[in-house]
């Protein structure tokens, strides 16, 4: 299985470094070191998706968010992405989200993003960190008043709850939406923000104080004040390593006094994680006063 499992990711990570270029099965078939047919095969058990189909619904939201952050022509961004032509760009774009991309660059609306989880992540074992101790960075920032657009949940109190009670596509709506903070986060809210039957912890977006836009159904919006913020940062990790980074920065909280620096825990404010990405360390962040 460990076998299928590094074939199966190491054509997901061939795929995420070409997808500009024109993506043959032959190249797959080079990346997870199987025939074609098998390495095919493999990629449709594992991820429930063709190639074909994996690669244009990656190249689409790419080039949707180009869309929403650059002033860009269409026929750049077809070409950029390994479209073929500007019109079978456009189609393919209308078939997947539902309006076509001019509409979109100029009136940006939520949509349902394509996030190519690794396949990796899917048979890590939660593991318990207890040895290489890693550096913990901490530092007071600050947020603006600021609106967040949530997805609750109904028990969750952590990710894994989440994903169980609302699934994992919600990640990718937030992501088209354009963040004041640069991307979706996800918090633990305390009693002023539920609502009765709901979760604790949900997944949003942080947009400007008089956002007007769309909010998506079955979404709601909350308005959170200026708040300071202490934020803890681990050291960066590898990706399949994430939950012992999560649960070295855990640690850290649970043991860290904040009076140390004339600051005490503020419990009216949501508690803000961030998507664990390696390359930066795993983040959280904790309301102060």
């Given at each position: 299985?460990?076998?299928q499992i590094t074939a199966v990711q190491n054509m997901q990570d061939y795929i995420l470094d070409h997808l500009s270029e024109n993506i043959t099965l032959a190249d797959l078939s080079r990346a997870s070191l199987f025939s074609p047919w098998y390495s095919y095969r493999l990629f449709v058990k594992h991820l429930g998706i063709t190639p074909a189909d994996y690669i244009r619904k990656l190249r689409l939201s790419k080039s949707a968010l180009k869309l929403r952050d650059d002033p860009c022509k269409i026929a750049d961004i077809a070409f950029e992405m390994g479209f073929g032509?500007?019109?079978?760009?456009?189609r393919a774009f209308s078939r997947e989200f539902g309006c076509n991309p001019r509409e979109f660059a100029s009136n940006p609306v939520p949509l349902y993003l394509f996030t190519p989880y690794g396949v990796k992540f899917r048979y890590l074992e939660r593991r318990t960190f207890m040895e290489n101790l890693k550096n913990i960075f901490v530092q007071v920032i600050e947020k603006p008043a600021r609106r967040v657009i949530i997805k609750r949940g109904i028990q969750a109190v952590d990710y894994w709850t989440y994903c169980q009670e609302v699934g994992c596509d919600v990640w990718g709506l937030l992501q088209s939406i354009k963040s004041i903070s640069g991307e979706p986060v996800c918090l633990w809210l305390?009693?002023?923000y539920k609502?009765?039957?709901t979760s604790e912890y949900v997944q949003g977006v942080e947009v400007s104080s008089d956002y007007d836009g769309i909010v998506p159904e079955?979404?709601?919006?909350?308005?959170?004040p200026k708040t300071k913020y202490l934020m803890f940062q681990g050291?960066?990790?590898?990706?399949e390593d994430y939950c012992q980074a999560i649960e070295a920065?855990?640690?850290a909280i649970a043991k860290y006094e904040p009076s140390a620096?004339?600051?005490s825990w503020d419990t009216q404010n949501p508690r803000i994680q961030l998507e664990p990405i390696g390359t930066r360390g795993y983040i959280e962040l904790l309301p102060v006063k």
């Open positions: 299985m460990q076998e032509s500007v019109d079978g760009y456009q305390p009693s002023p609502k009765p039957g079955g979404f709601d919006i909350i308005e959170l050291e960066p990790f590898q990706e920065v855990q640690a620096i004339g600051y």
